[in-house]
């Protein structure tokens, strides 16, 4: 316990002293959370030094933001679906720990002029790294909001230069069972790697990034370090953690739920208050941090993100294409 | 070492096993006003105490087999494992309508209508309310104990309904639910295998 508190600060302190000029301020410090106004004093203070990128970033980011305030980082850190290391919530946070997430690279190929293996930092810049902060559901019926570091993701494909005919993105997780003890033994939960899928269009939203920290510090090896996707307005497991390999394709690809359970969970999975899971109603959530008593919240379409992502899915058959 | 354990099980009181057996729940609910059940105490607390339930269900299905193969005889705690199983039911169902479902009928109805772990759930609950209905002494008098035994072999669908309840309301196939089914299956089939075993040695009486 002690020993992974101790491996998380000294990672902590590098990603500050190898990305000297990623100022302090630029990233909010945990305490400033609870406090939304001394996140407006740092972005003045930013103003005020004359550091526009950085403000025009925090504007933009601040843009896509919810105001709700975040889920408690104990939380977010200890209550995790990340099967690769285990099916109950807390074996993320228990087995991560020892999981190597440096050096990384990621390979991007498929439909791209420029495939190739990349480096993280050569892919996510520190130096762009923004703020958003997001609402995320799980399939399962709870909810949290989660304070993310991260890129768009549109960006990062760009530079691959996506080829003319390319209508998909396809992201594969590691597979590594030395390190990630749900991949080995008796009980196989899903097939590894695990493996998700969005539209082109969905991948290259404004609000689909690509994170790398989240309450200000580098990632969790629990939510997914040191690279995964978080696309808010979809059911969390879109969100694929601990990402290895990013493919553009023509014809939609596989996706590790939904060839676990075809019926209960489609390609898109928008979050969608009126389609239910199979198995249970997806009208409410449980908003994780709550007490025994407080009232659950009704989901929103799309997860509260209708007014940006709606456009994507006009004239679908959002009931046929969950 | 078996007629001394026998010997010592016979003088113990079964009364106090009530208390202890309510323990567990109070001490979830207590923890769970405390703001220690963790991240979603309402799913934490509603699985805990149906949980239990099934483990009392369980081990009250065991008694019989321990009895026969290992000599071993727990029938007097038996109505106490019976009613815990029912308890726990009761306080898993209550969190379900008042906590999770917040007394919203309208969905209530609909869970219990549309979702079939939910249904399954539901008609395991309902056969345990005849048994604990008849637990007490008298009834069994009343009734008669071919009556009484053939009523009470509810138990066995119920404690079967409970595991696949267990089983289906989860994502994928973790190994939690598969091995509380697994051990079910295994007392329901030893009881079966014992059934028709007797029927082959007692063919007159059927």
């Known amino acids: 316990m002690g020993s992974r508190k101790d491996h998380q600060r000294r990672e902590t302190a590098m990603h500050v002293r190898e990305k000297p000029k990623f100022g302090e301020s630029e990233i909010t410090p945990k305490s400033a959370w609870l406090d939304r106004r001394s996140l407006m004093r740092g972005a003045a203070g930013l103003a005020a030094v004359g550091l526009l990128p950085a403000t025009a970033r925090r504007a933009s980011a601040a843009r896509y933001s919810t105001d709700a305030p975040p889920t408690a980082y104990e939380y977010v850190t200890t209550y995790n679906n990340f099967y690769e290391f285990g099916t109950g919530k807390s074996d993320p946070a228990k087995h991560a720990g020892q999981l190597t997430t440096s050096p990384w690279s990621v390979v991007i190929d498929g439909m791209v002029a420029r495939p190739g293996t990349y480096a993280l930092e050569d892919l996510v810049g520190p130096r762009t790294v923004e703020e958003r902060i997001y609402r995320l559901r799980c399939v399962e019926g709870w909810s949290m909001v989660i304070p993310w570091l991260g890129v768009p993701l549109a960006g990062v494909l760009k530079r691959a230069e996506p080829a003319p005919g390319a209508k998909y993105v396809a992201f594969e997780t590691l597979v590594r069972p030395a390190e990630m003890p749900g991949q080995s033994g008796i009980f196989q939960v899903l097939d590894w790697p695990y493996v998700e899928g969005l539209r082109l269009d969905e991948a290259m939203h404004p609000l689909t990034i690509l994170a790398t920290g989240l309450y200000g510090e580098p990632l969790p090896n629990q939510n997914g370090a040191p690279v995964r996707l978080v696309v808010p307005w979809k059911y969390g497991y879109k969100s694929i953690k601990s990402i290895v390999r990013i493919t553009l394709t023509e014809k939609q690809p596989p996706t590790t739920w939904n060839i676990q359970n075809p019926r209960e969970y489609g390609f898109y999975s928008n979050v969608n208050p009126e389609v239910d899971h199979p198995r249970w109603s997806q009208a409410t959530e449980r908003v994780i941090g709550g007490s025994l008593l407080s009232p659950q919240r009704d989901t929103e379409m799309f997860n509260g993100y209708a007014g940006e992502v709606a456009g994507l899915y006009a004239g679908m058959d959002l009931r046929k294409f969950h | ?206």
């Open chain 2, 1 to 206: 070492m078996r007629d001394w354990l026998n010997t010592a099980l016979r003088r113990l009181p079964v009364w106090p096993f009530y208390w202890l057996g309510a323990l567990p729940a109070a001490w979830y609910f207590w923890n769970g006003l405390q703001g220690r059940l963790g991240a979603d105490p309402v799913k934490a607390l509603e699985h805990e105490y149906g949980l239990i339930a099934l483990q009392f269900l369980i081990a009250a299905l065991c008694v019989t087999p321990l009895r026969e193969i290992a000599g071993i005889n727990l029938l007097r705690f038996r109505r106490m494992l019976g009613l815990m199983a029912f308890s726990y039911a009761c306080l898993h169902l209550a969190v379900w309508l008042g906590l999770d479902r917040q007394f919203d009928w309208p969905r209530i109805v609909a869970d219990l209508t549309k979702r079939p772990y939910i249904i399954l759930g539901m008609a395991a609950f309902l056969m345990l309310v005849p048994l604990a209905w008849t637990s007490r002494d008298a009834a069994l008098r009343r009734m008669g104990p071919v009556a009484w035994r053939r009523l009470h072999r509810l138990a066995y669908p119920a404690t079967a309904l409970a595991a696949i309840h267990f089983v289906w309301l989860v994502k994928a196939w973790p190994p939690e639910p598969l091995l509380y089914a697994a051990g079910v299956a295994a007392l329901l089939g030893w009881r079966a295998l014992r059934g028709r075993r007797r029927r082959a040695r007692r063919p007159a009486l059927g």
